[in-house]
């Protein structure tokens, strides 16, 4: 199958506000991933003040930022909340990461200040803790077969989970959601969302795959085969990670 014809829209919500820790990177991993396999990408940043079309995207990406980035980032996703659950209702792949996972939850909660509202397409909420939760990750992650997926993590938000919205991984090593649970990130649907930064997607290419895989199959309504890559580099990253202490 010739694959040049395929392509998928990326919207990169608010890089102004939250992109820290490399981020950036699952988004250059989504391209190259696509791109070396001759389909499309076309990426959009929604800045502040921007209103967007949900049809327009197979895949959104929101990075972590700290407190007072996300009290800006919620104002402008809630003015989004409408457009943001009709596209998680018509299956498109929303990742969230740490400060961006945690406003695709029902709230945070800082130490100090006003709750900070999420758009609730996770059935989660945080609550700032005391310690700040740093170091190592890794564990089993469902949606790809219980591949291993690891990373880093830097967060004092405590997450929650309640309802339908089950872990991302199911943790090994490392605190997690909030160091009690033993289940990091989150899925509902297409909508996922992590305290992996690093960037988590090049270093655990299954997963970045299998999230192009279901933004593929949001834009054409069936699976689209990815051939495999020489993930050499992606692997021994990889197999780094897993040894880090
Ligand atoms: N401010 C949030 C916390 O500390 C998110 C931080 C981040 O995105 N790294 O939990």
Redesign the pocket.
Known sequence: MNQIDFSISIAHLYPDL?N??GDLGNIVTIKNRCSWRGIEVKIENIKSGYRFNPEDFEFYFIG????TQ?VLASVELLKNKERLHKAAEQNAVILG????Y?LLGHY?Q?LKGERIEGVGLLDAY?V?GKK?FIGNVRGKCPSVDYATITGFE????LTYLKGETEPLIKLSKGFGNNGKDRKEGARYKNVFGTYL?GPILPKNPKFADYLISLALKKKYKCEIPLFELDDEIEEKAHSSSLKLK
Do not use: E, F, K, V
Not at 97 to 100: F, H, K, P, Q, R
């Open positions: 939250l820290i820790y972590g930022g700290q407190d996300q990461i740490c400060g961006g945690q945070y800082p945080t700032a700040r830097n967060h004092s938000g930064h």
